[in-house]
Nanobody, 124 residues
Framework: QVQLVESGGGLVQAGGSLRLSCAAS????????MGWFRQAPGKEREIVAAISSGGSITYYADSVKGRFTISRDNANNTLYLQMNSLKPEDTAVYYCAAGISFSRLQVGSPPEYWGQGTQVTVSS
């Protein structure tokens, strides 16, 4: 069982930055591949970025490539998403996810565990 708690969301102007954090419970965090998903109003939940269990492999959706950076600290059971050059279209609820399969996360398949989500709003 893994419990995930996101933080760091908020309201920011276009062009600004935010850093999301996801604190994981349990001693198995380092065995899971992790990801960030987002869901905008009226749209389906989509994968934003993923990172392998050891942190050596990352994936980014085309829409955020070059602007967002996913990272993890296995010693402290924490996942991060650094978001720069934010755009109004980045407005969504952002969810932390833990999955067994990196390839499944990469294509946006539902993971084994979800966080409760944190709202990110980018004003124009």
């Amino acid at each position: 069982q893994v419990q995930l708690v996101e933080s760091g969301g908020g309201l920011v102007q276009a062009g600004g930055s935010l850093r999301l954090s996801c604190a994981a419970s349990g001693r198995t965090f380092s065995t899971y591949n992790m990801g960030w998903f987002r869901q905008a109003p009226g749209k389906e939940r989509e994968i934003v970025a993923a990172i392998s269990s050891g942190g050596s492999i990352t994936y980014y959706a085309d829409s955020v490539k070059g602007r967002f950076t996913i990272s993890r600290d296995n010693a402290n059971n924490t996942l991060y998403l650094q978001m720069n050059s934010l755009k109004p279209e980045d407005t969504a609820v952002y969810y932390c996810a833990a999955g067994i399969s990196f390839s499944r996360l990469q294509v946006g398949s539902p993971p084994e565990y979800w966080g409760q989500g944190t709202q990110v709003t980018v004003s124009s």
